[in-house]
């Protein structure tokens, strides 16, 4: 199994789980659990991005660049929105306060549909 091979397969389980704790009610402790499952699935999703793209020949280095590399690519469709998402990410990484993460989980919400997308295209 390739590395690509196997950031797949994690990204999807990642993303199933998100799933699951998406469809819940949102109460705080099912908001904190949706954000942390967004954070992993974010990471998984920006390093199978940098897998794909160096299987492809090329390069990219951090997730602000990996997406820009990817949108170029036509492996991403909404290229602003994963830079939303890498800033959400980064936000609830360094601080935790009650109203960001609540604007968080609204966006973390979004987030499946995305990695659905990119996982039809990388699969």
């Known amino acids: 199994?390739?590395?690509l091979d196997n950031l797949i397969k994690n990204l999807k389980?990642?993303?199933q789980r998100l799933k699951e704790i998406i469809e819940l009610k949102a109460t705080r402790i099912n908001k904190d659990a949706t954000i942390q499952r967004f954070e992993f699935t974010f990471e998984l999703g920006w390093k199978a991005i940098q897998e794909y793209?160096?299987?492809q020949g090329l390069e990219c280095f951090g997730?602000?660049?990996c997406i820009r590399?990817?949108?170029r690519i036509k492996l991403i469709d909404n290229p602003e929105q994963w830079i939303s998402f890498l800033k959400a990410r980064n936000?609830?990484?360094h601080t935790y306060n009650e109203k960001m993460a609540d604007k968080?989980?609204?966006k973390a919400l979004?987030?499946?549909k995305e990695i659905d997308s990119l996982l039809k295209k990388i699969s």
Do not use: G, V
Request: proline share 8%; aromatic share 8%.
């Open 13 to 15: 389980k990642a993303n």
């Open 110 to 112: 979004k987030f499946p």
């Open 91 to 93: 936000l609830i990484a």
């Open 63 to 65: 997730p602000n660049n």
């Open 69 to 71: 590399e990817a949108a």
């Open 53 to 55: 793209i160096k299987d």
């Open 104 to 106: 968080i989980y609204k």
């Open 1 to 3: 199994m390739t590395k």
